[in-house]
């Protein structure tokens, strides 16, 4: 615990470290060079969207490291945890630069044998449901599902969309999966269109002082013509 004197020093030291994060985003903004690493940041679905299309995003970029950081928390910017975030929300901090990538289709996938001979919804309520445990029902289709199945919580639950397409994939039950998830997947099959209801716009976003850091902008313009290209997978009209 600080004592009382540094108590005293803790808005100085504040001011301090904000102004040396500054001065290190700034610093890397100095450079004119196409090179060196760019941290980009997603969810664990999108980051395997990314991590698919690597190859791609790299074609022109060798010279570019690529650092995928999966997870489902905000990664802080000003700090530079990472260099680019791809996410579902736009914070509200003015220090942040976005730009929309592009909307999420999500409908209901199983492992083909399990989905044959399924056609709607009405069909499957009465069978085994994959989806996320409480502690994630705000992802994307959950609160949907919960009201199809009148409150049942699925059969198998967990935190990660990997982990219930791996679920979905060895048969043990119906999930709903971002459709650029399932739809390239031969060991799934979708039952039904996408759901008009479920949905996510896709953000990119980047801290003000790094924009135009030419690294991190050639990424990014990677990114934009990456989601440009693939909009009929993320949208689920392939």
Request: aromatic share 6%.
């Amino acid at each position: 615990m600080p004592t009382s004197a540094g108590e005293a020093l803790l808005e100085d030291t504040a001011a301090m470290e904000t102004a040396a994060l500054s001065i290190h985003r700034r610093s890397a903004g100095l450079s004119d060079k196409v090179s060196g690493v760019v941290r980009l940041s997603a969810g664990e679905a999108m980051s395997a969207f990314l991590a698919r299309n690597l190859a791609g995003l790299r074609k022109d970029l060798e010279q570019i490291e690529f650092e995928l950081i999966a997870r489902h928390a905000l990664a802080n910017l000003s700090r530079r945890e990472a260099d680019l975030l791809i996410h579902e929300q736009v914070p509200d901090l003015a220090d942040i630069v976005a730009r929309k990538l592009g909307r999420v289709a999500y409908a209901i996938y199983a492992e083909p044998g399990l989905a044959a001979g399924r056609r709607s919804l009405h069909s499957l309520r009465d069978l085994a449901w994959i989806g996320f445990d409480d502690d994630h029902t705000y992802m994307p289709g959950q609160r949907w599902l919960q009201e199809q199945l009148s409150g049942v919580r699925p059969v198998v639950r967990g935190n990660n969309w990997l982990v219930l397409m791996e679920a979905a994939r060895a048969g043990a039950g119906f999930a709903i999966l971002p459709c650029y998830l399932g739809d390239p997947d031969h060991h799934l099959q979708r039952i039904g269109g996408v759901i008009p209801e479920v949905f996510a716009d896709q953000w990119l976003l980047v801290h003000r002082d790094l924009r135009a850091l030419p690294r991190v902008r050639a990424v990014m313009d990677a990114v934009i013509e990456l989601f440009q290209r693939e909009r009929a997978l993320l949208a689920g009209k392939v």
